[in-house]
């Protein structure tokens, strides 16, 4: 073996070894994550993480993003949910989030910059939040948290958060204006006035934008029948 073959070799061998490292922190950060979201509501509960997942690996290889960073971020992206739902809203879960993901994330065997790219993609996930998704990886898990809200699986998250808060099926009586979040007046239809309809107009990546316009356009359908079924029209 020439003295190059040895050398490639030897880097071979170090990043392999280096994956196996890393797949095994990647394998308890899953199984952390996993219990803080024991006992949480069903709209926001680790099988939202996990669908949320799969969207980032299937929006994360279209947009050649940081794997590593990306699924790692998706794994965390809500541990602070249950500090917003039970502040009823007064404590952003993606600010909570970044701050109870850093002792996880500082020892992970990668650079300053992918533990600092994850904490940002966890920042920055949330739709109301006050910061903006920077990176590639940040883009593809903005996306994908936001698909899970919209299309059928958005529709349905949309009706189960409402009775999670106590909320009504419809408030017709009550203008989008003047309902508020986290009471009777949540209704799944508020959400979709406030939140939904406005998220593919927010979507960050070409693969999320040719996603986000179907699922839109199926909740269009599915509200204006709704409306029609609620009235007595249908």
């Not at 996930?125 to 590639?136: D, I, M």
């Not at 934008?209 to 029209?233: I, S, T």
Request: aromatic share 8%; with cysteine.
């Amino acid at each position: 073996m020439s003295k190059t073959d040895s050398t490639k070799s030897i880097k071979s061998e170090v990043n392999d070894s280096c994956q196996t490292t890393l797949s095994f922190f990647v394998g308890n950060i899953k199984l952390h994550a996993k219990k803080l979201f024991e006992g949480a509501n069903g709209s926001h509960d680790w099988d939202h993480t996990m669908r949320v997942y799969k969207l980032s690996k299937h929006i994360g290889a279209a947009e050649e993003a940081d794997m590593d960073v990306l699924l790692i971020a998706a794994y965390l992206h809500d541990i602070g949910r249950c500090f917003q739902d039970e502040s009823f809203g007064s404590v952003c879960h993606a600010e909570k989030g970044a701050q109870m993901a850093w002792p996880i994330v500082k020892g992970l065997p990668l650079s300053e910059s992918q533990k600092e790219n994850i904490i940002h993609c966890i920042r920055s996930h949330r739709f109301r939040g006050n910061h903006a998704p920077n990176t590639v990886e940040a883009k593809a898990l903005f996306d994908a948290d936001k698909l899970d809200s919209i299309g059928a699986v958005g529709v349905a998250r949309a009706f189960l958060f409402a009775g999670e808060v106590g909320a009504r099926l419809h408030s017709p009586e009550v203008s989008i204006e003047d309902s508020r979040p986290y009471s009777k007046d949540d209704t799944g239809y508020r959400e979709f006035m406030v939140k939904l309809s406005r998220i593919k107009d927010k979507i960050q990546t070409k693969e999320g934008r040719k996603m986000a316009e179907e699922r839109h356009n199926f909740m269009e359908r599915f509200f204006k029948r709704f409306l029609e079924e609620y009235e007595g029209e249908r």
